[in-house]
């Protein structure tokens, strides 16, 4: 069973800074695409950044590119969100998946980390 579980989320000013974390188990997670999805208010769910198995290879979607970074650890089976320069508009749930570029089916997210970028 795929569990993961975010942390790091909180307030923060325009302009700050946040790490998120997921800890994945029930699953052999090198070997996976893991990724970073969120949901702003009023809005769908979308995918923001992902970070392949081994090789490492990162995407990040247009309105995150340059800001966001996805790095994982899979000695520790964690992988990581690195936001910079956060704007309101990135106030959202996010969410960690077991997934590369599209959004997972909600058996393979977690419950979410709450941003809000307030000044």
């Known amino acids: 069973e795929v569990h993961l579980v975010e942390s790091g989320g909180g307030v923060v000013k325009p302009g700050g800074s946040l790490t998120l974390s997921c800890v994945a188990s029930g699953f052999a997670f090198s070997e996976y695409a893991m990724s970073w999805a969120r949901q702003r208010p009023g809005k769908e769910l979308e995918w923001i950044a992902a970070?392949?198995?081994?090789?490492?290879?990162?995407e990040y979607a247009a309105s995150v590119k340059g800001r966001f970074t996805i790095s994982r650890d899979n000695d520790k089976n964690t992988v990581y969100l690195q936001l910079n320069n956060l704007e309101t508009e990135d106030t959202a749930m996010y969410y960690c998946?077991?997934?590369?570029?599209?959004?997972?089916?909600?058996?393979?997210r977690g419950q979410g980390t709450q941003v809000t970028v307030s000044s």
């Open positions: 970070i392949a198995g081994t090789i490492r290879v990162t």
């Open positions: 998946q077991r997934a590369y570029t599209a959004i997972a089916p909600s058996a393979w």
